[in-house]
């Protein structure tokens, strides 16, 4: 039989977990380095194997952290530490993993409401379970007053925002105060690698589209560490801006051998390559260089599927097989936009 742990509702637990976010540091008992995140579910089941138990007492209990090595959890009751526990969680995809632990802390939080800190007994990809928040903040720097007016017409129907600066350091103290995930950018060219610098110094995760300005496409690429930049030439639409908004919210993608033995740095190697490969495959593009985009296509399509990433596979193939690539330019680049953010999700990963 399962409990219900506690008997708040739902607007009495956004309470107490507003209250514990800004008062608690549970997750001083987690792993620094597994970056707990915040995890609110109202319906998670635990189990507790209490001292002499042989089967668990199981529990539906509210969550409030996350990490690689870890959870912390509201219960009603006081919990002994060392005891022997389990979790259910559900995957952004939709599948439930069991993910087995022993509590490491309990204290008393507020009134009914204890807060268990649960150390997993082997590390998971967090990511895989946490949701990444739908909404979106964006900024324009140097845009046109028409196409700033179109962007913020089609973000404000599909939960963004956008903040206009006019200057390259009002953009940077943008980046600095706030959680910034899309830049809409028009460069000035005398000082792209520069501005790329700046915003990639405050914004290392962002993705950076350049607008009106296809001609630099290939230089802010060269410069981007991460390649996380694209352009916008074509009629600013909702369809266009929603694949923009598509592109950051998209869950990473995960290689299903990472677990394998002997895969997971050969993987995490082939992850940490794919920056390079999307610049070197946007510069190639843009310069009608067909040795090289077959080279780095073909790498991309064997690696690929080799080490479970199909859908960067498939991209890289269809490119590589191209009779005449440099024909259709824009379809071209439009392809190598699909086969970016296939990447972009294993890089996230």
């Given at each position: ?12 637990l956004t309470k107490v ?21 915040s995890y609110r579910i ?295 936009t699909s086969i970016k ?9």
């Open positions: 039989m399962i409990i219900q742990s506690l008997s708040l509702d739902s607007e009495g977990l507003d209250s514990l976010d800004a008062n608690s540091s549970a997750d001083r008992f987690l792993d620094e380095s597994s970056k707990p995140g109202q319906n998670c089941v635990l189990h507790l194997w209490h001292l002499g138990d042989v089967k668990p007492r199981s529990f539906i209990c509210a969550t409030r952290l996350l990490s690689d090595d870890g959870i912390v959890v509201l219960h009603k009751s006081f919990v002994h530490t060392g005891t022997k526990c389990s979790v259910q969680l559900c995957a952004v995809d939709g599948s439930i993993s069991e993910i087995s632990g022993t509590l490491v802390h309990c204290r008393h939080a507020m009134n009914e409401v204890h807060e268990l800190t649960i150390r997993f007994d082997e590390r998971i990809v967090s990511l895989l379970y946490l949701p990444r928040d739908s909404h979106v903040n964006c900024i324009g720097l140097g845009l046109e007053a028409d196409r700033e007016q179109e962007l913020k017409s089609h973000l404000r129907q599909m939960d963004a925002t956008l903040e206009s600066c006019d200057t390259m350091e009002s953009a940077l103290d943008v980046l600095r105060e706030k959680d910034i995930h899309v830049v809409f950018y028009t460069p000035n060219e005398a000082a792209l690698e520069t501005e790329m610098k700046g915003i990639r110094g405050e914004c290392p995760d962002g993705l950076v589209y350049l607008i009106d300005s296809s001609e630099l496409y290939g230089n802010a690429a060269s410069v981007d560490p991460v390649s996380r930049v694209d352009c916008l030439d074509t009629p600013i639409n909702s369809a266009v801006v929603f694949d923009v908004l598509d592109a950051w919210r998209a869950q990473p993608v995960f290689s299903p051998l990472r677990s394998e033995a002997g895969f997971g740095e050969i993987i995490r190697g082939f992850v940490d390559s794919l920056s390079e490969a999307l610049r070197s495959l946007t510069v190639a593009a843009l310069q009608r260089d067909l040795q090289e985009l077959r080279a780095i296509t073909e790498k991309l399509h064997i690696e690929g599927g080799a080490f479970g990433f199909e859908d960067i596979s498939r991209k890289a193939l269809e490119i590589h097989d191209l009779s005449d690539p440099f024909q259709e330019m824009e379809s071209l680049l439009k392809m190598v953010r296939h990447c972009w999700r294993a890089m996230a990963s």
